[in-house]
């Protein structure tokens, strides 16, 4: 378990700071997303762009899952940086989940299962990993 800022922690059941995602032979990351409080706040960037947020993923919700890359153009480089980035101004947890599937959509791995939670509004936390793609 680790903290960060004010109030929070970090309790990491699998974490893997580097994946390999064979996007050729169609391999994806899926993101499962759990928050509990009211509104939530996180998003997912590369060293290029963001990919994506809890504002365009839909409206507020429990529970979120997104696969990564939805389109080809989302693998914008074959060795890229990524930050997960979870804010909690109303929400008081998050849990991400995140799985390497095949193309079949099977399971190859668990690369993070981690639980972030505060219940002080300033706080926020970045994941950083590294995605390799061919």
């Known amino acids: 378990m680790g903290s960060f800022g004010n109030a929070g922690t970090r309790t ?9 995602v064979n996007v050729s032979a169609n391999e994806h990351l899926h993101y499962f997303i759990t928050v509990l409080g009211a509104t939530p706040l996180f998003s997912l960037s590369c060293e290029h762009k963001t990919l994506w947020s809890a504002q365009n993923l839909g409206p507020p919700a429990m529970n979120y899952d997104r696969i990564w890359p939805l389109l080809p153009t989302e693998a914008d480089s074959n060795d890229d940086e990524y930050v997960f980035m979870v804010l909690f101004f109303a929400a008081t947890k998050y849990t991400l989940r995140l799985e390497r599937h095949d193309a079949n959509h099977q399971v190859l791995e668990v690369v993070e299962d981690i639980d972030y939670e505060s219940n002080f509004h300033g706080d926020k936390f970045r994941e950083f990993f590294t995605v390799t793609t061919q």
Request: glycine share 0%; no cysteine; proline share 0%.
């Open 12 to 20: 990491k059941r699998v974490f893997k700071t580097f994946v390999q």
